[in-house]
């Protein structure tokens, strides 16, 4: 057995196959997204108040944080559909879905980065919290996170909620 027929069993094996070639049905996550967007934060405000100096600190939340940008993706790929495959395209509903979460995602980021930049003009002012070097770095991951997650949970509460199943 070749190594290209190993590393294909092992994304049978691990159902990653399901993922790749989208074969899960699309869900609605309302309040999954909620708890990925808290964790980022969460992470983010450990590692900044934390610095380099308390290194238990920083690694607690450098894992929270980026544990929590995963399964921003993983919720992307896991949610309503965004992307047509070549068995079954997006229906009308769905482009319509699509368009209004990224719009509405749009703005909310806008929004969300105009109110930054005037926060980042009161320097002067000593008692507020002033991103240094890592922060940046951390903050544009985060900006990159939330940028993916925001138009799935946006689209996830625009989906109509699954109809009751009379057996239950």
């Not at 992470?43 to 934390?50: E, I, Q, T």
């Not at 879905?97 to 930054?116: D, E, N, Y």
């Amino acid at each position: 057995m070749t190594l290209l027929e190993k590393m294909d069993r092992l994304v049978y094996a691990t159902r990653l196959d399901k993922i790749i070639f989208m074969k899960t049905p699309p869900r609605s996550f309302r309040w999954a997204p909620l708890l990925v967007v808290a964790a980022m934060i969460l992470g983010f405000v450990l590692m900044a108040r934390a610095g380099i100096a308390i290194a238990a600190d920083f690694l607690i939340g450098w894992l929270i944080f980026y544990g929590a940008i995963l399964a921003a993706a993983f919720l992307r790929a896991l949610g309503p559909r965004f992307t047509a495959t070549v068995n079954r395209p997006l229906d009308e509903r769905e482009l319509m879905v699509k368009a209004r979460a990224h719009a509405t995602s749009g703005v909310v980021l806008a929004i969300m980065f105009s109110l930054g930049c005037f926060y980042m003009t009161s320097a002067g002012v000593p008692w507020l919290w002033h991103p240094q070097f890592m922060d940046w770095f951390n903050l544009g991951f985060g900006i990159q996170g939330f940028g993916l997650l925001l138009p799935t949970w946006i689209a996830s509460w625009l989906e109509p909620r699954p109809a009751a199943d009379p057996d239950d």
